[in-house]
């Protein structure tokens, strides 16, 4: 595979860290401020996108920026697989900043400085992992986002705040330091490097209990990716802002989690390797478990944010269930769901946010009849929901129909039912929410119910936006599958 | 720096007069008067020591293991004693790091020291002497004399600078000590017996017997291992940080216990290799204990000077591990975590003397409005934190990742240990952070209101820091990333000692390969 030396992915990430100082400098000016975000994420955006042409031209592209120790470098390396995701979280940006101003402006929410440098930051990570070129860039940028995400989860600065902030450390800090570093070390031992390969660098051959025990590590260690057992600092890290749920908690730390996980199982052990070793179905058994139980769980659930908190963890074992399916469509369908769940979920999330800034209500319980009050928020939580059902239209179809198929193609009636009886449980939890809102009539003694407005602009524009990418992807997949045809063994 | 090592004195007598410099700092010292002028002497003289290390390092020659900067004069002829000194690739970062914290530690007590200001300076001066002394010392004799002469300023900079109750914490530190230095002296006497001279090269190529090792083994081992200290010879360091001035805490945890360890390097392993292969299983399980229970200690602490204190031991165990694990990552990472842990944890007790100087308390129950009130310090202190804790990028990563690898080339299950060991410290460290800077939300130390503003008590506003400690913290930060990003720069300097180091332990073939050899 050609590979071009070019800076631009260092750029990418380097835009917003630049930002960060020019919001800090302009604390006292919000409109400036925020001006850098956009001017920033606009930036980031392009620099990605223009990577585009190369990489559908089979290329890669890569740069080194210096060595750490002989071996370890710091380095990126731009393939499909990281173009997606680059792609999908720069775009997520600038319209979660949009969004912001209106939440954040609305509620008068404090520390916004911090909140925009925090969010800048993280995006910086997030962009780090999708470009990382070997496993010590990635686990840098990963702690990064660890840690630089702390202050946004906990920015209410309250009980609640601070004991959400802290299980999200133990988990997320605690299992990448342990179990990451663990099958870091590992694997440079029994590999002798740690960068990336198309077709993996663990070769059938080496002693199986360490590929194994690596594999296992590996996938402990990344705990954003919420897999059960080890998902519980997801639902807790509720307690922030709107934005950054949606956003972080949908797009970039979730995903870079799942990012790691398939990067991983296709650029560190890669198919073959998986396949000779039998990681591919236990795993894909494994997380299906996740799917279901959380999908479960979510049903339970009567506040708007833990209810998607759940369904989230649910869809994203979604992804890692198809690439462990090892076969090209259950990796077609795995990859693409990064994207399409990223867009879908972060309507969804949107949508809580722009219920809670018009009427300040988290509960389902409490929404009979607010469609007809808010009925573009509405309009786009249907959207999103029946994407994450996956009806046909709405992204979600997408990739769950290459999922589907892929189960087949491995051979895997269990995988094919766990997937349709996902589907079952996504629409029990999410259609009587649609239905409520438009359906039912409000409570005879809502006083409130009455003055209920629509959100203001800055917040009911992004999620319209992203409500109607969510169902032009799911009518024209073709970009990102044209990626992910690179990313294919 | 090339002009400066023409002059004929620096040129040929650079490590004694980087000795000197200190000694004859504090004689003149002696006569001066003003508190004002006495603290900025002792900050220009330990600044023109500094600057005067920097060629050291600079000019050092990275291509060979010999001993470089080589002064040899005889001093007691009828006893074949010789004033000689000289620096390997091992030394001289340390040489660097006594130099570096030198004028920093004269900046923590500008305020902090105010009473016989004089006194203090003068102790500070001839410590820094000694400990230069110890790491270029070759002459045992000398390198015993320097050793012993730490002891005294460091028993004065406690006993009447430190906190209430610096009389325990003196006598604890004198006897643990002093009884450690006596069974150095024996084994000094066995040396001599054995070898017959006092050249500490020439006592390395001697080749003494299986038991003959195995007894200096222990003799030596004991009075370093106090030094370091290793479980279970610990307890005198959390009460002599504790009641230390910050000067005196930093020096401490920076360069004292760093005498130690590098001991084991200059003694232990190529004068008693058969001994040290023999005895490396049971020094890494101390050492095993050492990371964990040093860590359980340091998370149950509430003051803040003791749980810095206690992840010194668990750190140490770090550095004695990769020591003893005989491996080239390993002893390079040992190394390199000696020099990060001099940074790292002179920087967090330097956060720790600063708010104490603001607030008199080191109950961490007290803070948590670091944040809010004191932001720069806070990002200061966050920095040391992720860098204790082993955060990619910063200098504690690279000791760590080296010390797992060379672990991991001894036997694999040692990782497990280690892992845990990691965790933990992330533990502490970060629960000591949010304990310091956030934690006033938890209800605490609480004056704040439930939305998060106003934390702190509002009539005694807290200072963020002055330029004099932003110029101490800087200096810290430059060598966490220096180290954290670009270790190489330091690795390059000691690879060919610490090559010279295995061949010596392991005979000549044990070449093992190192992920940051050639």
């Given at each position: 595979m050609e590979t071009i030396v070019s800076i631009k992915p260092f750029l990418a990430v380097l835009t917003s860290l630049v930002a960060v100082v020019l919001i800090c400098l302009s604390s006292k000016k919000p409109n400036l401020r925020e001006f850098w975000s956009f001017a920033a994420g606009g930036i980031m955006f392009l620099v990605v996108i223009s990577l585009t042409p190369a990489i559908l031209g089979g290329k890669i592209v890569a740069y080194r920026l210096f060595t750490l120790l002989p071996g370890i470098d710091f380095k990126f390396r731009v393939d499909a697989l990281g173009l997606l995701f680059a792609t999908t979280a720069s775009f997520l940006w600038i319209i979660t900043t949009a969004y912001s101003i209106g939440y954040m402006r609305s509620l008068k929410e404090h520390s916004q400085t911090r909140y925009y440098s925090c969010f800048a930051i993280a995006l910086s990570s997030a962009i780090g992992v999708a470009f990382a070129g070997n496993l010590f860039t990635m686990y840098f940028f990963y702690e990064l986002l660890s840690i630089i995400t702390y202050p946004l989860v906990a920015h209410h600065e309250d009980a609640d705040a601070w004991r959400g902030g802290k299980k999200y450390v133990v988990y997320l800090v605690g299992l990448s330091k342990t179990a990451l570093l663990a099958a870091v070390v590992i694997t440079y031992m029994t590999t002798g490097t740690l960068d990336f390969a198309p077709g993996g660098i663990f070769r059938p051959g080496m002693p199986s209990l360490l590929v194994t025990l690596s594999f296992i590590l590996f996938i402990i260690g990344f705990a954003k990716a919420g897999i059960m057992p080890l998902h519980s600092w997801l639902p807790s890290a509720m307690v922030a802002p709107t934005p950054v749920s949606a956003l972080l908690h949908a797009v970039a730390v979730v995903k870079v989690g799942v990012f790691s996980v398939v990067r991983v199982m296709l650029s560190v052990y890669g198919t073959e390797t998986l396949a000779a070793y039998g990681l591919g179905l236990p795993t894909a058994f494994f997380v299906s478990f996740t799917i279901i139980a959380a999908s479960v769980i979510a049903l339970t659930k009567d506040d708007l944010k833990a209810r998607l908190a759940y369904s989230t963890i649910s869809q994203l074992s979604y992804i890692i269930l198809g690439v462990a399916l090892l076969t090209p469509d259950g990796i077609r369908g795995g990859i693409l769901h990064i994207s399409n769940h990223a867009f879908s979920k972060i309507t969804l999330f949107f949508c809580a946010g722009s219920i809670y800034v018009a009427t300040h209500r988290k509960k389902?319980?409490?929404?009979?009849?607010i469609g007809r009050k808010m009925p573009l928020t509405m309009a786009a939580f249907t959207v999103g929901a029946f994407s994450m059902i996956g009806v046909p239209a709405a992204a979600g179809f997408v990739s769950k129909w290459y999922l589907a198929v892929g189960s087949i193609e491995a051979g895997s009636v269990g995988v094919l039912l766990v997937l349709l009886a996902s589907g079952v449980l996504n629409a029990a939890y999410f259609l009587p929410i649609v239905y409520r809102a438009f359906f039912k009539e409000p409570p005879p003694g809502d006083t409130e119910f009455e003055h209920i407005k629509e959100s203001p602009y800055f917040v009911v524009m992004p999620l319209a936006i992203t409500a109607a990418i969510t169902v032009v992807m799911g009518i024209y997949p073709d970009y990102f599958l044209a990626l992910i045809e690179r990313m294919l063994p | 720096m090339q002009a400066f090592s023409d002059i004929p004195v620096l040129k040929d007598h650079l490590l004694t007069v980087i000795i000197l410099v200190p000694l004859v700092g504090a004689f003149c010292t002696f006569f001066l008067r003003s508190d004002r002028v006495v603290r900025w002497f002792a900050l220009a003289v330990s600044v023109v020591d500094f600057i005067l290390a920097v060629p050291l390092v600079l000019n050092f020659?990275?291509?060979?293991h010999g001993m470089q900067f080589v002064e040899r004069h005889g001093w007691i002829p009828s006893l074949n004693v010789q004033y000689y000194l000289g620096v390997d690739g091992i030394s001289v970062l340390f040489v660097f790091l006594t130099a570096l914290l030198g004028w920093i530690c004269v900046l923590a007590s500008w305020n902090a020291i105010d009473k016989k200001v004089r006194d203090f300076m003068m102790s500070l001066q001839i410590m820094q002497a000694a400990m230069l002394g110890v790491f270029s010392a070759l002459d045992v004799v000398l390198f015993y004399l320097c050793w012993e002469a730490m002891f005294i300023p460091m028993y004065l900079l406690i006993g009447r600078w430190g906190g209430a109750n610096r009389i325990y914490a003196t006598l604890k530190f004198f006897l643990y000590t002093f009884f450690g230095s006596v069974f150095m002296l024996v084994g000094i006497v066995a040396l001599y017996n054995a070898g017959g001279t006092f050249d500490l090269q020439e006592l390395m190529k001697h080749g003494y017997t299986f038991d003959f090792q195995v007894f200096a083994f222990a003799l030596f081992f004991i009075a370093f291992s106090i030094k370091v200290p290793m479980f279970p010879f610990h307890t005198w360091l959390p009460a002599a940080h504790v009641e230390a001035p910050t000067a005196g805490s930093i020096i401490l945890a920076g360069v004292l216990l760093k005498t130690g360890a590098y001991g084991f390097m200059r003694f232990l392993l190529p004068m008693f290799p058969d001994a040290s292969q023999f005895f490396s299983t049971p020094v890494i399980v101390l050492s095993f204990i050492a990371i964990i229970y040093g860590a359980f200690l340091a998370l149950s602490q509430d003051d803040m000077k003791k749980l810095v204190a206690y992840s010194s031991v668990s750190h140490m165990g770090f550095v004695t591990l990769g020591l003893f694990l005989l491996n080239k990552n390993g002893i390079e990472g040992g190394i390199i975590q000696m020099f990060n842990h001099g940074i790292t944890t002179g920087a967090l007790f330097l956060c720790v003397g600063m708010i104490y100087e603001r607030t008199h308390t080191r109950d961490l129950k007290d803070y948590g409005w670091a944040a809010k009130k004191v932001p720069y310090y806070a990002v200061s202190l966050l920095i040391f934190s992720l860098a204790s804790m082993g955060f990619p990028g910063t200098n504690g990563f690279v000791g760590e990742i080296l010390i797992l690898i060379g672990a991991y080339e001894n036997y694999k299950l040692n990782v497990l240990v280690l892992i845990a060991g990691i965790m933990l410290g992330a533990a502490y460290m970060l629960w000591m952070y949010h304990r310091v800077s956030f934690g006033a939300a938890e209800g605490h130390g609480a004056h704040g209101d439930d939305e998060g503003h106003g934390h702190g008590d509002e009539e005694h506003p807290v200072r963020d820091l002055s330029p004099r400690e932003v110029v101490a913290i800087a200096a810290f930060v430059v060598f966490v990333f220096w180290v954290g990003f670009h270790p190489m720069s330091f690795l390059d300097i000691m690879h060919e000692s610490v090559g010279q180091l295995l061949t010596q332990v392991n005979g000549p073939a044990a070449a093992i390969s190192s992920i940051a050899g050639h």
């Open positions: 389902i319980s409490q929404m009979d009849g | 020659d990275r291509t060979t």
